[in-house]
């Protein structure tokens, strides 16, 4: 379970979480993701809907870099072929005690054996993406 995948070792095993100070983890390339996260303006999170809640992996990228995510605004938008409400619910409430700003979200049904599902939620993205940049723009 410890070896690295393409070079990149699991967050959950070989680093340390939640220092205050990004340059104290321990893996270069930890490191490197968590200056890119504290150098934008705001988060699009785009959830696909795992068992009628968020993936794993991502609540593993939270709890190690939550920090750098702090106080910034956050736009959800949630997809699967049953409960992507429900990930938008656990994720608000995992986000809101991190100190994350959630703006919106947008949850679409989708049935993954439908060849255009991708196409059913084209407009709610735009949407989606223009009320996060309005949300970053006002946070500066």
Known sequence: LNDPINGVPPLMFNTQTNPEDSNKYESEVVR???????????????LPVYTHSYPGGFKIMLDHIFHEMRDKPVYMLAYGPSSPETAVTDTTKLVNKMHM??????????????????????????????SLAKAASHAE
């Not at 703006?103 to 949407?127: C, F, H, N, Q």
């Open 101 to 130: 700003k959630v703006v919106g979200s947008t949850v679409v049904k989708i049935s993954y054996t439908d060849p255009e599902y991708l196409g059913a939620y084209a407009d709610a993205l735009d949407a989606a993406v223009a």
């Open 32 to 46: 490197a993701f968590s200056k890119a996260v504290e150098s934008t303006d705001g988060f699009f999170f785009v």
